[in-house]
C-alpha cells in the first residue's frame, strides 16, 4: 500500500513550485501597480471621461420680460420660434425634397443652393426665426445636415400705435430702439449653464451643480395707458393726413404723478415687419426733435413778468401801431391793438407786447427763467436721444434776440420740454419730473415761479381759449380747458421759410385743478389751414376730452354744448 | 461571534439595498421635477403666446370699430353722464 502509495506520487521539483508563486505575485504586483497608477496619475483624466459619459452641461436660456402697459395690456412679448441652420458639408438631398423644404421656408431652390454654396462652413442659416409649426414640419422632412436652433423673437401687439415708445428689438433679441434699448439690461436677463447627469434615455435625473445662474428678464410696466395712447394716435393720423402735413406729435402728461399716459407720433411704423423702414418713420419727434415753439412760449415771458412784481395782469402794455422795429427787424401783431393788457397779451398772442415786456426784464433773469423749466437741458428720462434744445447763454443775447425769444423764436426745444415747462403753471410754479415707467405715486415737483404767479398765468391761458382768443377750439364740453396756441415759421438754410409753418398747441384741464397736461405739433399743415388754434387745438381737444372721460375726471364746467367758432370769429397769431 | 458577523452582514446588506432604492427614489423624483419645470417654461411660453392673442383681439382700434359698427354703440353725452364722487354715494 504505501509502495504504491509512494509510487504515485510524483516528486516535483521544488522550482516549479516557487516559481508559479513568484509569477502570481508578479502578476499581482503588476496589477496593483497598474491600478495604483490609475488611480492616482491618471485618476483626473479617468473621471472627467467616465463623467463625459452621463454628465452634461446645459445652457439655461433667459427669456426677455415683457412690456405692458399700466394696465397690464402686453406691449411687446417674446415668444420662442426655431432657426433653421445647416452644415453644408452634411447636406444631401433629392431635388424634390430641396422643393419641398424651399416651399415651408418660403425660399427658391436656387436661394438654398446658394446659401450652401460653400462647403467649407460649418454653419450657415438658411432661415430665422420660422415659426414653431413650421419648424416641426422641417424636421418631419428628416433632412441629413439640416438642423434647429431654439431662438426668440419679440412679438408688438400695439403695432404702430405704441412703436415709437416701446422701440424694437434686433435679430438677436436685444434691444435697439426706444425703452427697449433704454432697459436694455433689466428686459435682457442673463443666461446661465448647469451640470447634469442623464440617464441612457437622456432625462435628467441629477443636478449636479449650477456653473452660472441664470436670470430671467424681468417685466417692465410702462406709464403708458394703452387706451388713451390710442386716442392720441388716432386724432393725430387724423390731422395730420386732413392737414396733408409732413408729420406730427403729442403728449399726454400727468399733472400729479408726472407719468407720460400717452406718446404719439406720426408716421409710424409697425415693429413686426420692419422691413423698408424709413428714418422719417422711426424717429420718436416728441422727444428727439427740436423746434421753434413760438408763442407756446409767451406764458413763461408773461410769468417772469409777474414774478418780478413789477406788472399785474392788468397793466397795460402799449402796443401802438402793432407793430415795433428793433434795429432793421421789425416784430408784427396779427390783430394790432394799440394798447393791451398783460393778460390780452397772451389771450390775442400778440408778438409786440410780449417783446415789450422781455425788453423791459435783464436778460439773465429771462435765461434763467427758460432754463428753470428745463429747457437747453436734456431731460431725466431713460430714453435714448433725449434731445436738450438750444439755449444760447445770456451774455450773447442782442435786445433783438430778447424781443424774439419772448415770443418763442431763437430758442428750440421738444415737445416733450414743452409739455413738462407746462406743468408749471398746472402745478402752481412746480416743475415735474417726466417717467415713462409706472409709479403711481405723487411725484415730488421742483418749485420754480410762486404758486400766485402760476395762478395768473392759468387764467391768463384760459382766456386764451376763450371766443376772442387764439384757441377757442380747444374747449370741451364739462371741462374748464387752459392752453396756448403757436404757429412759427420754419427755420430753413438760416431763414424763416415764408409758407412752412408748425402749428402746435399746449394746454392743460381741468383749470380748476389740473390733472392732464397736452402738447400737440403739426409739421407743416398745407392744406390752407395752419395757424395753431385751427389745426393742433382740435386735436388737443379730442385728445383731452377722451382722456379725461377715460380717467373718470370730474367734470367742473356746465355741461353745456360748446358751439364751434366760425371761421373768421377766433383771434390769429403770427407765430 | 459567528452570530455578531452574521448581524452585522444582514445591516450591511439592508442598508446598501436602502442606499440604491433611495438614489433611486431620488432620481425619480428629480427626473419629475425636471418635468414638471419644463412644463411650467411651456405654460409660461403659452402664457405669453394667449396674452398676445389676446392683445391682438383686443386692440383699441378693433374694439372701436366693432364697438361703434357692428354694435352700433357710441360714446354717451357728456350731459348724461353723472360722475359720483365716494363722499356723495353715501
Not at chain 1, 193 to 215: C, F, H, P, T
Request: some cysteine.
Amino acid at each position: 500500500m504505501s509502495k504504491s502509495g509512494t509510487q504515485g506520487l510524483v516528486r516535483l521539483p521544488v522550482w516549479r513550485a516557487r516559481f508559479v508563486v513568484t509569477a502570481l505575485v508578479a502578476a499581482f504586483a503588476a496589477l496593483g501597480a497598474r491600478s495604483a497608477y490609475l488611480q492616482t496619475v491618471r485618476t483626473d483624466f479617468l473621471q472627467e471621461k467616465g463623467e463625459a459619459r452621463y454628465s452634461r452641461v446645459l445652457e439655461v436660456p433667459a427669456t426677455r420680460g415683457r412690456i405692458l402697459d399700466r394696465n397690464g395690456e402686453a406691449l411687446a412679448v417674446s415668444t420662442p420660434v426655431k432657426s433653421i441652420w445647416a452644415l453644408p458639408g452634411d447636406v444631401e438631398f433629392g431635388p424634390g425634397q430641396k422643393r419641398r423644404l424651399g416651399s415651408l421656408l418660403g425660399m427658391e431652390p436656387k436661394d438654398i443652393d446658394k446659401r450652401l454654396a460653400d462647403r467649407s462652413r460649418d454653419f450657415v442659416y438658411l432661415k430665422r426665426q420660422v415659426s414653431p409649426e413650421i419648424a416641426d414640419e422641417v424636421a418631419a422632412l428628416g433632412l441629413k445636415g439640416i438642423h434647429q436652433q431654439q431662438e426668440y423673437r419679440r412679438y408688438y401687439p400695439g403695432g404702430e400705435v405704441t412703436a415709437h415708445v416701446v422701440g424694437f428689438t434686433g435679430v438677436d433679441d436685444v434691444g435697439q430702439e426706444g425703452v427697449e434699448l433704454a432697459y436694455q439690461a433689466s428686459l435682457g436677463g442673463k443666461p446661465g449653464s448647469r451640470r447634469v447627469i442623464k440617464d441612457r434615455l437622456g432625462r435628467i435625473v441629477e443636478d449636479v451643480e449650477s456653473i452660472r445662474a441664470g436670470q430671467d428678464g424681468t417685466d417692465l410696466t410702462l406709464s403708458i395707458d394703452g387706451k388713451i395712447q390710442s386716442l392720441a394716435y388716432g386724432a393725430l393720423k387724423a390731422a395730420v393726413e386732413e392737414n396733408r402735413a409732413k408729420a406730427g406729435g403729442l403728449i399726454v402728461i400727468d399733472v400729479r404723478t408726472g407719468e407720460i399716459l400717452a406718446l404719439a407720433n406720426y408716421p409710424s411704423f409697425n415693429p413686426n415687419n420692419r422691413a423698408r423702414l424709413t428714418g422719417a418713420q422711426l424717429r420718436n419727434r416728441v422727444i428727439t426733435d427740436l423746434f421753434e415753439p413760438g408763442s407756446t412760449l409767451k406764458p413763461f415771458t408773461i410769468a417772469l413778468a409777474l414774478e418780478s412784481g413789477k406788472l399785474t395782469p392788468n397793466t397795460a402794455i402799449s402796443t401802438a401801431p402793432g407793430s415795433m422795429t428793433i434795429a432793421h427787424y421789425t416784430i408784427h401783431d396779427t390783430h394790432p391793438a394799440a394798447s393791451l393788457s398783460l393778460s390780452q397779451v397772451i389771450q390775442k398772442s400778440s408778438n409786440v407786447g410780449a417783446a415789450k415786456v422781455a425788453l423791459a426784464m435783464p436778460s439773465a433773469a429771462m435765461w434763467s427763467m427758460f432754463q428753470s423749466v428745463g429747457f437747453g437741458e436734456a431731460p431725466q428720462l431713460d430714453f435714448p436721444g433725449a434731445a436738450a434744445g438750444k439755449l444760447r447763454p445770456y451774455k450773447s443775447w442782442r435786445p433783438i434776440e430778447q424781443a424774439t425769444m419772448a415770443y418763442g423764436h431763437g430758442i428750440s426745444v421738444s415737445l416733450l420740454q414743452l409739455a413738462r415747462a407746462y406743468t408749471v403753471f398746472a402745478r402752481d410754479g412746480e416743475l415735474v419730473p417726466l417717467t415713462l415707467v409706472k409709479t403711481g405715486t405723487e411725484a415730488a415737483g421742483e418749485k420754480v415761479l410762486s404758486a400766485s404767479s402760476a395762478r395768473a398765468v392759468r387764467t391768463m391761458l384760459e382766456l386764451a381759449v376763450q371766443p376772442g382768443g387764439t384757441g377757442p377750439r380747444a374747449r370741451i364740453m364739462g371741462w374748464r380747458v387752459a392752453g396756448k396756441t403757436g404757429t412759427a415759421h420754419k427755420e430753413e438754410n438760416g431763414a424763416y421759410a415764408p409758407d412752412k409753418y408748425l402749428a402746435s398747441f399746449a394746454g392743460f384741464a381741468p383749470a380748476s385743478a389740473p390733472r392732464l397736461v397736452v402738447a400737440v405739433v403739426i409739421d407743416e399743415p398745407s392744406a390752407g389751414q395752419y395757424y395753431g388754434g385751427a389745426v393742433a387745438a382740435p386735436v388737443f381737444a379730442q385728445v383731452m376730452q377722451g382722456a379725461l372721460r377715460l380717467l373718470g375726471v370730474p367734470h367742473d364746467a356746465p355741461l353745456v354744448p360748446i358751439e364751434s367758432p366760425g371761421a373768421g370769429d377766433d383771434a390769429r397769431e403770427s407765430t | 461571534m459567528a452570530k455578531l458577523n452574521l448581524l452585522l452582514l444582514a445591516v450591511l446588506v439592508a442598508c446598501a439595498i436602502g442606499l440604491v432604492t433611495s438614489q433611486h427614489r431620488a432620481r425619480k423624483l428629480f427626473s419629475d421635477l425636471e418635468r414638471e419645470q419644463a412644463r411650467a417654461r411651456a405654460l409660461d411660453v403659452e402664457y405669453g403666446q394667449l396674452q398676445l392673442e389676446a392683445s391682438t383681439w383686443a386692440l383699441h382700434a378693433r374694439v372701436e370699430s366693432i364697438a361703434a359698427r357692428k354694435l352700433g354703440l357710441h360714446a354717451p353725452d357728456p350731459r348724461r353722464v353723472r360722475i359720483v364722487r365716494p363722499a356723495e354715494a353715501r
